[in-house]
């Protein structure tokens, strides 16, 4: 008010690098709408360093409008340095457009680069893509990406995520090993592999969905935080689980590991899998078994087998995919003799649980191998269990260790 009464224009005199990061925090469309604030503000936004379209500028902003127009216009007002491009809303389609916008951005400055095609089938980008030299962050979804024999690797990139790209996989360990400090790698339904090699000095995280007959990590000393999660057409048989039990053996830092638990299920021949891997985890503190089959005993006996491969683990996770109860599998577990090395396990969290015999006597088999244990966590399949898990808190109250830790969150969200 002070300043209204005399006179000072405060939006005017800001300083350049707090309108700049006020721009930075808009959409594109309340962006452009600042030009009104003040005559000094009318072309402010041309200069912003970011430009995003994406979900929010399409429901606000294009309303029928043709995108691409729209694009190529802003990028040919924009000035100055332009340090993200971003291109997500839901109507992009392949066109020759898209090439036109890459040739637009300054390759010196662009650090942040976003595509996203989701109508017309895959674009295939120029090789001009592979000038951004100053990348840290590209994420391409539906974009082929084959750099040449002769591509140096992009050296600043951080993160790379593709997704739904085809790729050349005898080239793509190279690439990776020629981008040296990528710290976190999301391929998501690209290419099949046959052996998906993985080089990585200062790689931290690996998210993989998708069909590989194997894995190598050729130097990854930093991985700490792997996922994994398989097609229905990977190869996921004998020597797929214990080379991959191997191959992650062999990572120093790895701590997190989340991974479907068919994969495990070659490490069983007849129910008879051995009572601990060949190689131990050693420094494996959480691990989350997806989609866990529970009316399979191959299935549960390598789970068992993988856990007890895990001396310090600290927290497990288990998401269910199980409907029936199958009394061979119970069997099978209650005929199981307490794991001895969980002596760290705190944690121990079951969701899309069904509360079926065959999950109840893990539950309880877990619970019986237990010395430190700080939580139990049930999260219920939707519609399987009618009594507010009534019945399966008085069956986890016969284990002393678990009897005050246990919590069974309902469907509404709250906790028993």
């Known amino acids: 008010m002070d300043d209204l009464a005399s006179g000072v224009d405060t939006i005017t005199t800001l300083p350049h690098s707090i309108i700049e990061n006020?721009?930075?925090?808009l959409p594109l469309r309340e962006m452009v709408r600042t030009s009104l604030l003040s005559r000094e503000w009318k072309d402010r936004w041309l200069t912003c360093p970011d430009l995003v379209f994406d979900v929010r500028f399409d429901q606000m902003f294009l309303k029928g409008r043709e995108l691409n127009p729209i694009i190529?216009?802003?990028?040919?007002?924009h000035r100055g340095p332009l340090l993200r491009f971003a291109v997500q809303v839901p109507s992009l389609r392949s066109c020759p457009e898209i090439d036109e916008w890459l040739h637009l951005l300054p390759n010196h400055t662009l650090q942040d680069l976003f595509l996203r095609v989701s109508i017309g089938g895959e674009h295939r980008l120029t090789t001009h893509l592979f000038t951004f030299r100053h990348l840290r962050n590209l994420r391409l979804e539906s974009c082929p990406f084959h750099p040449s024999l002769r591509f140096e690797g992009f050296n600043k990139l951080v993160t790379l995520h593709l997704q739904n790209v085809g790729l050349v996989p005898d080239r793509f360990g190279d690439f990776l090993a020629s981008c040296s400090a990528i710290q976190t790698l999301i391929l998501f339904h690209c290419t099949?592999?046959?052996?998906?090699?993985?080089?990585?000095?200062?790689?931290?995280?690996?998210?993989?969905n998708g069909i590989f007959s194997s894995i190598s990590f050729k130097y990854c000393p930093l991985l700490r935080d792997v996922r994994l999660a398989f097609s229905p057409e990977s190869n996921v048989e004998n020597d797929f689980s214990s080379s991959l039990a191997e191959s992650l053996s062999?990572?120093?830092?790895?701590?997190?590991?989340?991974?479907?638990?068919?994969?495990?299920?070659?490490?069983?021949?007849?129910?008879?899998?051995?009572?601990?891997?060949?190689v131990a985890l050693k420094s494996q503190k959480n691990l989350h078994l997806t989609n866990m089959y529970f009316e399979k005993i191959a299935e549960t006996a390598s789970a068992i087998s993988f856990i007890r491969s895990c001396p310090i683990l600290q927290k497990l996770r288990i998401t269910g995919y199980t409907y029936e109860a199958v009394d061979f599998v119970a069997g099978f577990l209650r005929s199981q003799q307490?794991?001895?090395c969980l002596a760290q396990l705190k944690s121990i969290k079951m969701q899309l649980f069904c509360g079926n015999e065959s999950e109840m006597e893990f539950l309880k088999y877990m619970l019986s191998s237990v010395?430190?244990?700080?939580?139990?966590?049930?999260?219920p399949h939707p519609g399987c269990i009618t009594d507010g898990g009534e019945a399966i808190l008085n069956e986890i109250k016969q284990y002393p260790r678990?009897?005050?830790?246990a919590e069974f969150i309902n469907l509404d969200g709250n906790t028993r």
């Open 371 to 379: 010395a430190a244990l700080e939580e139990v966590v049930i999260t």
């Open 402 to 405: 678990a009897s005050s830790r």
């Open 22 to 25: 006020i721009l930075s925090r």
């Open 72 to 77: 190529h216009h802003v990028l040919r007002q």
């Open 338 to 340: 307490p794991i001895e």
């Open 192 to 208: 099949s592999f046959n052996c998906l090699e993985i080089t990585g000095p200062r790689l931290k995280l690996l998210e993989f």
């Open 250 to 278: 062999c990572l120093p830092a790895l701590e997190e590991l989340e991974l479907q638990a068919n994969a495990l299920e070659g490490l069983s021949r007849s129910g008879a899998a051995p009572e601990k891997l060949a």
